[in-house]
């Protein structure tokens, strides 16, 4: 079986300045992790491997410090690392973005299953999963909370929602996308980080894929940020002084009462 599990690398987000005069994140000097629900996707492959022996491949489209994300996938366990970058696929929005990743996952032969992250911490559309499934025209089952069971070319999942789950039997060729509840990823081995320093990354640049030149980067990317900031935070509260917990506890209670909450 062949598993593709699509990381990005974000800036960790408690960390995030936005510069105030391009509306554009400031990422140097910002520390980069692997956006946390593409753990858990890749957690997901791992166990799938482990259970039904399949090859996982970590896909990232990004700037070539996106080696370290994969590189830290390849400690967990994944079998190969591939990073498409190049200049032409700078100023991506999802679309673009989940275009180019199309076209890798294209160049991999006959893949089984996609795994992506429910989505990335800093962009946060949760769009290049879906639109994926869209351009390679692919079953989607989107938040997704277990996987069950594979039978043949049927993959049973539970997929979460509002009022509880649903579960899905959905055909593969499929791509997955995952919920943090479905797995508590792995931390690296020693013996996996040493594995993972000796490996190889193949790096795809635009000339190793088949896309059209007009679905990529800044001319394949309809959206337009306008604006982007922080939203002020409206710090409305009261603290209830007291001599005693039993007085202050009898006063909140008649508040909430007052203000009809019970
Ligand atoms: C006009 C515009 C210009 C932009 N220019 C830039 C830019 O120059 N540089 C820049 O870094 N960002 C840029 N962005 C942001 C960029 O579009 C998004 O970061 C990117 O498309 C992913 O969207 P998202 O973060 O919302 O991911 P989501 O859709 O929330 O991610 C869902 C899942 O998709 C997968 N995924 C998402 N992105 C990647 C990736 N790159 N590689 C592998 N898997 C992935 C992961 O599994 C992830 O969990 C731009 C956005 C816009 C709108």
Same mark, same amino acid.
Request: hydrophobic residues 35%; proline residues 7%; contains cysteine.
């Given at each position: 079986m062949e598993i593709v599990v699509c990381i990005k690398q974000v800036p960790d987000t408690t960390e995030v300045k936005i510069d105030p005069v391009t509306n554009t994140l400031?990422?140097?000097?910002?520390?980069?992790i692997v956006n946390p629900f593409d753990k858990n996707a890749l957690e997901a492959a791992l166990q799938l491997k482990a259970k039904y022996g399949a090859r996982v491949t970590v896909l990232s489209m990004g700037p070539?410090?996106? &080696?370290? %994300?994969?590189k830290?996938?390849? $400690?967990?366990?994944?079998? #190969?690392?591939?990073?498409?970058?190049?200049?032409?696929?700078?100023?991506s929005d999802t679309l673009a973005?989940?275009?180019t990743l199309a076209a890798g996952i294209n160049?991999?032969?006959?893949?089984?299953?996609?795994?992506?992250? &429910?989505? %990335?911490?800093?962009?946060?559309? $949760?769009?290049?999963?879906? #639109?994926m499934a869209e351009h390679l025209n692919l079953t989607q089952v989107t938040y997704v909370s277990k996987i069950d069971s594979i039978d043949g070319k049927i993959i049973r999942v539970e997929r979460e929602h509002e009022e509880g789950y649903e579960v899905v039997d959905a055909q593969m060729p499929v791509l997955l996308t995952v919920v943090k509840s479905i797995n508590e990823p792995?931390?690296?081995?020693?013996?996996?980080l040493m594995k993972a320093s000796r490996k190889e990354i193949t790096t795809w640049t635009v000339n190793d894929i088949v896309v059209d030149s007009s679905a990529i980067?800044?001319?394949?990317?309809?959206?337009?940020?306008?604006?982007?900031?922080?939203?002020?935070?409206?710090?409305?509260?009261e603290l209830i002084q007291a001599d005693t917990a039993r007085e202050a506890a009898a006063t909140l209670a008649r508040r909430l009462i007052e203000a009809k909450i019970i």
């Open positions: 400031i990422r140097q000097g910002v520390p980069s070539p410090q996106a &080696k370290d %994300a994969l830290e996938c390849l $400690a967990m366990g994944a079998d #190969e690392a591939i990073l498409m970058s190049d200049r032409a696929f700078g100023g973005t989940s275009n160049k991999i032969d006959k893949v089984d299953i996609i795994i992506c992250g &429910k989505q %990335a911490i800093d962009g946060d559309t $949760a769009q290049v999963g879906p #639109e792995r931390t690296p081995t020693v013996k996996g980067g800044l001319k394949g990317s309809p959206t337009q940020v306008r604006r982007i900031f922080t939203p002020e935070r409206r710090i409305q509260g």
